[in-house]
């Protein structure tokens, strides 16, 4: 290996940073070509864990039980706001069967003595004390015994009062180029809309979890979490440990979509509450606790000014978004796609991060983007009605055919072809039809939405490969499948550079141990960091494995060849099992490790997608039917169709449900969320499914190191609430001041 | 106060002590397939069978189970991979995996019942099982495979 540090940038939801990559300058894999004949990428292969997931057997982290594990509980708060009068620690530690509890006072114990629990809570749900204790009942009944009194202090919820009363997080700000005032007062066609777009809450159906065990100073910690390797760094961090003294496990997370990550509340209460005990101690959110604080994609309220020439051209973009943030967190970029998504030199976006008593908002699939494309995408419709234009045909007309912001290229982009493909799949030229009086008295209509995301991935990210002497290849990643496949495209990628069947290949993942390290499982940017990584390692195996089947069969190694298994001379005279070479390893493993290389310079990397949704409208009952939506998502090369189908069928659904069914309720009164629970948090259920049609433009992106793949775990959510909105208003000619669709909202609408 | 349970055919006494069957499966008898998410009865993960019927073990209060044949996804899951779940890994019929369990159990007792459902039979059966990660067009196609029909 040549190492050398280069600099180049990282990208995680559109945040850029300038970090130290190390590339190895002697790893001369090569791109796969566009049109190559792979064997294995691009062909459907189920997960590799799929017959320990249906029987039961694979174990979460609510599931590690340990050797006298106790068992916590947490006390939350009931208010919006409060302050701590007082709180009975010693009677919660006299209740039988409790051994440990911590409370507002206590701070993470060792040397950061940072706080931990909240003496004066800022939201319903906040964590007051947590109790641990042989058995989750004692524990609860330690956290009854806890008798919390609490002075109930003002709470804001609402953002326009919050907005008035300008609390914010930090400062809004002004994302502007050109003269979008200017352009709009001299444009010849111009509309508007407004939007308030629902709180949605991620709901992983296994709840943020944690257990915790100490060995010494060496601590040990299964997470449910997206990001491992965060959780290792935080746990060190918090503390204050050396990295490679904490060891994270996360071999099966129960759903993730954002809000699971690094180390979260629950590992670092399970720690200390362990390091208190001396024993291992499991933090298991209830649905209760989680639906109050596993987090949510925050409510906003966003207004869209378009001016455009009457040829279709837009001239002028002004956007502005206020977000109810909660008590902080990242701001996401609600308003990129008003930034980013057409052509225009005169553009405005204003962002007002509202402050609210509310948990602070985190990551929840496509976090901003989503919900900002619900909105732009609707205005972009309004205008194609204002300028009696196909709303598909304004969109191509807008085509930006380089990155707004920056000037540079894309390093690829299929959105034309996404669009023609998404038309033909979706009948999208006979349209108008669906608008004809109906028999069953339902109004039908059809509506699309463009999509854009980041996805390119990048460095650091590593793999080791090691094939033993009967001819069995285990990749050593440092993902966590959090039910993506990830795994198993890793499977395919390896199988394939090393020309041995998929049976033959395993990965492991989900441990921090090996130091073998992948990235986060968020931002879309797995596939495309983790493939590159695992080609690399596999394609120096597979070197060193031709150069001793060069050796074995005496033969110029340039000759050889290995595939399904095999390996074969170019003349036909050798054609022997890949076991004939590595059954003389014996104990030995030829050992192979690669790391992903930067993206090229001079490029910004984005995905691109079109959906077309058609819906039925019942005016009487107020109820909106999915009957089909067409997602075409650009997201180059596809390594493992069924499980990409996959992705995209559950980006769909969680965006349909953004436009029908979800929506955190917050009682203005109190400012405590009524309905934080599974019963009245309205998720989808296999009844309210459309027909999903999914196509790609299969074209790989020949400027991303080795494999052409970008992420696909955004795109699909992000377009899908616009597309039905779209269609909804297609079908009855009114459009929704507010999303979700219910029945209300609708009925009001239609009046 | 002791009872008895009939769990996967075999025989345990366990001391309830008001819990719910959920907590006694999980916690007394280390059966940790079966799934806590919600423990409302509003989401399936823990879907056990209950005389074949699916049942959320989660409400059902363990003392309620005497007397009655209680199969869980290991009770399921001895020999083979039966024709559900073998459909369910071909299908691709899961994602995260943590629903998946009580999907089994309930596409198992539906097909005991109706051995060649309808896309509506399936979608009754079926909507009291929740999957967070959106599997649910798989897991269709899934039960419409293991009944002969996919």
Redesign the interface.
């Known amino acids: 290996m040549t190492a050398r540090f280069v600099k180049t940038q990282k990208e995680m939801e559109g945040r850029y940073e300038d970090v130290w990559a190390l590339v190895d300058e002697s790893d001369d894999t090569e791109s796969w070509a566009p049109d190559a004949e792979l064997a294995l990428v691009g062909r459907p292969a189920?997960?590799q864990d799929?017959?320990a997931?249906?029987?039961?057997?694979?174990?979460?982290t609510?599931?590690v039980?340990l050797a006298g594990m106790l068992h916590a509980a947490v006390l939350r708060s009931p208010a919006a706001h409060g302050r701590v009068r007082s709180l009975d620690l010693e009677a919660a530690l006299a209740t039988p069967g409790v051994r440990g509890v911590i409370g507002p006072e206590s701070e993470l114990s060792l040397t950061t003595r940072s706080p931990l629990l909240a003496t004066e809570p800022a939201y319903a749900g906040e964590a007051i004390a947590v109790v641990a204790a042989d058995?989750?009942?004692a524990a609860r009944a330690g956290v009854a015994a806890l008798a919390l009194d609490l002075e109930v202090l003002p709470h804001l919820v609402d953002m326009q009062e919050g907005l008035n009363e300008q609390r914010f997080t930090k400062d809004p700000t002004d994302d502007a180029r050109g003269d979008a005032e200017a352009a709009l007062a001299a444009a010849e066609v111009t509309v508007e809309l407004s939007l308030d777009t629902p709180a949605q809450l991620q709901?992983?159906?296994?709840?943020h979890a944690a257990v915790a065990t100490w060995d010494g100073d060496l601590l040990t910690a299964w997470v449910s979490t997206q990001g491992m390797f965060t959780a290792r760094d935080d746990l060190a961090m918090a503390f204050g440990l050396r990295t490679s003294d904490v060891r994270v496990l996360t071999q099966?997370?129960?759903?993730?979509?954002g809000g699971k990550q690094g180390c979260g509340f629950e590992a670092l209460a399970a720690a200390e509450l362990s390091r208190v005990t001396g024993r291992p101690v499991r933090l298991v959110n209830?649905?209760h606790g989680e639906q109050l604080d596993g987090g949510r994609r925050a409510a906003t309220r966003q207004s869209v000014r378009l001016g455009a020439k009457r040829d279709g051209t837009i001239t002028a973009i002004d956007a502005d978004a206020v977000v109810a943030m909660g008590q902080g967190g990242w701001i996401f970029p609600v308003l990129i796609p008003a930034r980013t998504l057409y052509r225009c030199a005169d553009v405005r976006a204003l962002t007002f991060p509202v402050k609210t008593n509310l948990r602070p908002q985190n990551a929840f699939r496509a976090p901003g983007v989503m919900e900002g494309t619900a909105a732009f995408e609707q205005a972009i419709d309004e205008l194609a009605l204002a300028l009696d234009m196909d709303p598909l045909e304004l969109r191509r007309t807008n085509h930006a055919d380089v990155d707004q912001v920056s000037g540079s290229p894309y390093s690829s982009k299929q959105l034309l072809a996404c669009y023609d493909l998404a038309a033909e799949l979706a009948g999208w030229a006979t349209r108008d039809e669906l608008r004809e009086p109906q028999p069953d008295g339902l109004l039908r209509g059809m509506g699309c939405a463009s999509q854009i995301w980041w996805g390119g991935g990048g460095p650091p990210s590593h793999a080791t490969v090691r094939l033993d002497a009967e001819g069995n290849a285990t990749v050593i990643t440092g993902i966590q499948d959090?039910?993506?496949?990830t795994l198993t495209s890793a499977q395919i990628v390896a199988a394939e550079e090393l020309g041995l069947p998929l049976s033959h290949v395993r990965v492991v993942g989900g441990d921090t141990a090996p130091n073998v390290y992948g990235p986060v499982a968020g931002g879309s940017q797995t596939t495309p960091s983790v493939m590159p990584a695992v080609r690399s390692a596999a394609a120096k195996v597979r070197k060193t494995l031709l150069q001793l089947a060069g050796d074995v069969f005496e033969i110029a190694v340039d000759d050889l060849e290995i595939r399904d298994g095999r390996i074969r001379s170019s003349d036909g005279a050798i054609d022997a099992e890949v076991t004939e070479v590595t059954e003389k390893l014996g104990d030995a493993t030829i050992d192979g490790s690669g790391s992903r290389g930067p993206n090229p310079d001079g490029f910004v990397v984005h995905t691109f997608g079109c959906q077309i949704a058609q819906v039925a409208v019942d005016a009487a009952l107020g109820e909106v039917k999915v009957e089909r939506i067409v997602a075409v998502h650009d997201v180059g090369r596809i390594v493992n169709p069924?499980?990409a189908?996959?992705?995209v069928?559950?980006?769909?659904?969680?965006g349909m449900a953004f436009a029908l069914t979800e929506e955190l309720i917050v009682d203005p009164t109190t400012g405590v969320p009524v309905n934080a629970?599974?019963?009245d948090y309205k998720?989808?259920?296999?009844?309210d499914?459309p027909e999903?049609i999914i196509d790609y433009p299969h074209v790989p992106d020949a400027n991303l190191p080795t494999t052409g793949t970008k992420g696909l775990g955004e795109p699909p959510i992000i377009p899908t609430a616009a597309a039905i909105a779209n269609a909804f208003a297609h079908a009855t000619g009114r459009r929704a001041a507010a999303l979700p669709l219910t029945r209300d909202r609708v009925l009001e609408t239609l009046a | 106060m002791e009872i008895t349970l009939d769990v996967n055919g075999q025989t345990y006494s366990v001391v309830p002590e008001g819990r719910r069957l959920l907590a006694v499966l999980r916690d007394d008898l280390e059966l940790l397939g079966t799934k806590l998410a919600c423990g409302e009865g509003a989401c399936g993960a823990c879907a056990v069978l209950v005389d074949g019927r699916p049942v959320n073990a989660c409400l059902l209060l363990a003392e309620a189970a005497e007397g009655h044949e209680i199969v869980t996804i290991e009770g399921l899951s001895t020999g083979r991979a039966s024709a559900v779940q073998e459909a369910f890994v071909a299908e691709d019929a899961l994602q995260c995996g943590f629903c998946t369990p009580g999907q089994i159990v309930s596409a198992t007792a539906l097909l005991e019942r109706v051995p060649q459902p309808t896309r509506e039979q399936i979608h009754e059966a079926m909507a009291g099982n929740l999957c967070r990660c959106g599997a649910y067009p798989k897991i269709e196609r899934a039960i419409l495979r293991a009944a002969g029909g996919g």
């Not at chain 1, 959090?482 to 496949?485: D, S, V």
């Open positions: 189920p997960r799929g017959a997931r249906v029987a039961g057997r694979v174990r979460f609510v599931d039980t058995t989750l009942e709901t992983p159906l296994e709840p099966y997370v129960g759903g993730g979509f209830d649905r959090i039910g993506t496949g069924l499980a189908s996959s992705q069928e559950g980006g769909v659904l969680q629970h599974l019963d998720i989808p259920t296999i009844a499914v999903i």
